[in-house]
């Protein structure tokens, strides 16, 4: 299996073999350093291929490095699975593995493999930052622009029966905003990326910052196959605001900065757009044409409405959101 | 949960809570990154309490770092348990993870929290040593002493029914050799840590090495407990060679810098016997009274006799052996 991983990489002195690995920091930089696991039947189900489970659990973790502003280095990889899996599904699950590493330019230098009662994929990745420039989700001021990338409530609507193939692939393979997490690097004041949903996560920001934020939900970009299958939906913004796993990233950046903010992801050609601002206060309000919007009480996803995609698995999901 | 983890530490810029740690890794060093992964049912069982469970999982990963002579710095923490666990043994395993984190002195900068369909804890730890000092399995050259350290066949034993106490402490709270590691970094030319078995550990080493390794049985240290207990065993020495979890340190010395190797253990207390050495050729013979003790074929421990632990369990760990 080892063969199919990209094992080496920038600083990698000794990859996956010896009891550990050898690993020469890159100088000047801080380290990056986040975990994510994904499990069987809580994070994903039999419409993921083998290859989509092994994209998705290396690129969630890759969203949380591009939401430090971070360049991926080093990854270490804990799979388990049942002892009668199919050979033909570890492979599965380590080609997709191993083409979200190279795409992103993660070297996998360590690895661990375990009998299991489920299929699971524990992923550490490593990455790094100039000194001074990480994102972090605590530098938000009022008065600064809130910025979004990409489109919003895709891989929700992407878990519904029938989902368009567009749709589909916004939840199974999430692309992580790497290149624009290092293009703001220094010049936004706080990013956090999205996975647990729009306004949950913007939540989290305000309240790391001590701000409140206002989200103008006409600004939310949706694209042409969200408009689309929305239309048929009881409450078509729901998705957007709520779905989740869309790992597009949250900005706050100073008014001034918007200039420069929105060149830096033409540079990359990363979507980027104003979604509202931040000021003094606390939590999160939804304004459309200038008046609230009736949010669920907190958004606490553990209690909140069940949003479009299947709520047992969007509920688990959520609940193994706090870190420890 | 967070709060009696130790989450500060050397390099430690921001720990758990945002979307990734920061971390400035020491100067002049390079880092040591391993994981390994625990799952209740194959790693672990009913005789575990949660803080045992949390101990071993992180010590069976400072035992890795000890095996490359480095010191621990960081560790992101992986947990998935099912929906229904009692918060009192969640906060077992948390309380057991954070005193073998204390007491080797690592931080935890990332968690997750997941549901599964088993406790499990997949652990990725951080360490660091000098540039050029670091121990790998594959140093080791024809005419070196293999040296080990502490006693074997403890853990093994501590796995049967009505275990001593002293057994049954060695297999649920292993004691990874980390003071040792680092006083032999620079000196011995290569080292492995014992999970697999004495025997099937000290294969790899030579094999990593392009030699072959000669163990003196009547060298291999036991404990007086291992003594009392095996003497009812049909092969009283079987625990001690195959055993494995047993987390001690095999080394392998220039002759000439014996001296210095026991000076250095004896600085940082642990015992530190010559077991054998190392020859020409490939493989692991062991002898005993200079005649070769038969040891079953290859070692392969995914065929051999079952060891006197439960067998299942014993296996179900071996196949979790190999590294991605």
């Known amino acids: 299996m080892a063969r199919i991983l990209p094992l080496r990489g920038e600083g990698v002195v000794l990859s996956v073999g010896d009891d550990a690995a050898l690993l020469r920091p890159p100088a000047g930089e801080v380290l990056v350093a986040t975990v994510d696991e994904v499990v069987e039947g809580v994070h994903f189900d039999a419409r993921f291929t083998p290859a989509d489970i092994g994209w998705k659990a290396m690129a969630v973790n890759l969203s949380d490095l591009a939401a430090m502003g971070a360049r991926p280095l080093w990854a270490l990889v804990a799979l388990a699975f049942p002892g009668e899996?199919?050979?033909?599904?570890?492979?599965?699950?380590?080609?997709?593995?191993?083409?979200?590493?190279?795409?992103?330019?993660?070297?996998?230098?360590?690895?661990?493999?375990?009998r299991g009662p489920a299929?699971?994929?524990?992923?550490?990745a490593v990455g790094a930052v100039p000194e001074g420039r990480a994102l972090t989700r605590s530098g938000a001021r009022a008065g600064d622009l809130l910025l979004g990338s990409g489109v919003f409530g895709d891989a929700a609507l992407g878990m519904l029966r029938g989902a368009a193939p567009a749709l589909a692939r916004r939840q199974r393979r999430p692309t992580p905003r790497l290149l624009l997490g290092r293009a703001l690097a220094g010049l936004a004041r706080a990013a956090i990326d999205v996975s647990d949903g729009l306004v949950q996560d913007l939540g989290h920001m305000a309240a790391a910052s001590g701000v409140s934020a206002v989200l103008e939900a006409e600004r939310i970009p949706l694209s042409p196959a969200y408009r689309r299958r929305a239309r048929r939906l009881a409450d078509p913004l729901s998705a957007a605001l709520s779905g989740g796993e869309d790992y597009e990233l949250l900005l706050a950046v100073a008014p001034g900065d918007l200039p420069a903010a929105r060149a830096a992801a033409r540079r990359v050609r990363t979507p980027l757009a104003v979604l509202g601002r931040f000021e003094e206060g606390s939590?999160?309000?939804v304004v459309a044409g200038g008046r609230p919007l009736e949010v669920p009480p907190g958004h606490d996803?553990?209690?909140a409405p069940a949003p479009p995609g299947p709520s047992a698995r969007r509920r688990a999901t959520r609940r193994a959101a706090p870190p420890l």
Do not use: K
């Open 85 to 114: 899996t199919p050979a033909r599904r570890i492979l599965g699950v380590m080609t997709g593995l191993a083409a979200c590493s190279r795409r992103h330019g993660i070297a996998v230098v360590g690895g661990n493999v375990s």
């Open 119 to 124: 299929l699971s994929l524990a992923i550490t």
């Open 283 to 285: 939590g999160v309000r």
């Open 301 to 303: 996803h553990l209690r």
